[in-house]
């Protein structure tokens, strides 16, 4: 089969190699569902990106397939029929860890503090960042360890768990505007952050590196807190099932989990997806679940709890595709 204009130029800019074809998405979400993306194209660098992303703006572009930059696909459901566009994953050159400076500063009174500002690709997992800060004895990320998610998705929607979150250690950000076609860097202020929420979320902007400071602690301290907070997701979540991890944002005053268990949803299952028994913030895929069926799933809890409590849940989880 002859490939189009467009699938030639993206093999030219990213190389064969990186181009795939009617891929399933359900290799790349940790819902493990999902239809086919007509491209999936991993870009080895920055250069490559931006190329990419103003190929797909041109009319090279002439059926304007639409875009979609992938993380760790940690909160995205594909629908069943996939995604009639280009799906972009950052390669190996976004997965970078470097320490850029020390600052050791006293305060009157005040003992010594060392801090460290690290840079790190968007494409690195944050587990891995956090795994790294605790080798370098660098106190801020524990929270950050368990959390499925990359750097560039983390930024994205202020990841945090445990009472940590992205804007309390983002001191500044790279990123490509895809509408200018510059590079910038802006400020953590800038960056708007808020409860599960960034200006990433509401300007064409795509993250590529952010620096992040920490301050250094007792080695000991860190990887204990760690452990502590593995133990308690391996205690209170499903982990042994494929899920988006929690499926709604909190709601204020409340807990979605709890709105949920209190509707009497514990367990409730459309097909083969399910409310997880353990967690009721958990919506799971317990085997062979249909992308078609956790979004039921996800509108019948909403609809049952709006009704019985008048609260409106809202999904963490991005909808790709048509449902």
Do not use: W
Not at 50 to 68: G, Q, Y
């Amino acid at each position: 089969m002859d490939r189009s204009v467009l699938e030639q130029e993206i093999i030219r800019i990213v190389g064969a190699e990186n181009v795939l074809t009617n891929e399933s998405m359900a290799r790349h979400t940790t819902f493990r569902v999902g239809g086919k993306a007509r491209y999936f194209v991993t870009v080895p660098d920055e250069a490559s990106l931006k190329a990419l992303l103003l190929c797909l703006k041109s009319d090279t572009n002439i059926e304007r397939l639409p875009v979609f930059l992938l993380g760790n696909g940690s909160n995205l459901l594909v629908s069943d029929s996939g995604y009639e566009g280009v799906i972009v994953r950052l390669g190996e050159s976004f997965g970078q860890i470097q320490i850029i400076s020390r600052d050791a500063s006293k305060g009157t009174d005040m003992p010594l503090v060392e801090t460290v500002r690290l840079r790190a690709g968007a494409g690195v997992m944050l587990g891995r960042l956090a795994a790294f800060a605790a080798e370098q004895s660098l106190t801020g990320l524990e929270y950050a360890s368990g959390i499925p998610g990359t750097v560039g998705g983390a930024l994205v929607m202020n990841a945090g768990a445990y009472g940590g979150e992205m804007k309390q250690v983002v001191r500044l950000v790279r990123l490509y505007d895809r509408e200018s076609g510059e590079i910038r860097e802006v400020s953590a202020d800038e960056m708007r952050f808020s409860y599960r929420h960034s200006i990433l979320k509401d300007k064409p902007y795509v993250a590529l590196s952010a620096e992040i400071e920490l301050r250094v602690g007792d080695p000991d301290a860190i990887r204990g807190k760690m452990e502590e907070l593995k133990e308690q997701r391996r205690e209170k979540q499903p982990l042994e099932y494929p899920s988006a991890g929690s499926t709604f944002k909190r709601p204020e005053g409340n807990y979605a989990g709890k709105l949920i268990m209190d509707a009497g949803l514990r367990g409730y299952r459309v097909g083969n997806a399910a409310v997880s028994e353990k967690h009721c913030g958990f919506v799971i895929n317990e085997g062979g679940a249909t992308a078609s069926e956790i979004y039921r799933l996800i509108e019948d809890v909403r609809k049952a709890v709006s009704s019985r409590f008048g609260v409106e849940l809202e999904p963490e989880v991005l909808f790709l595709g048509e449902f």
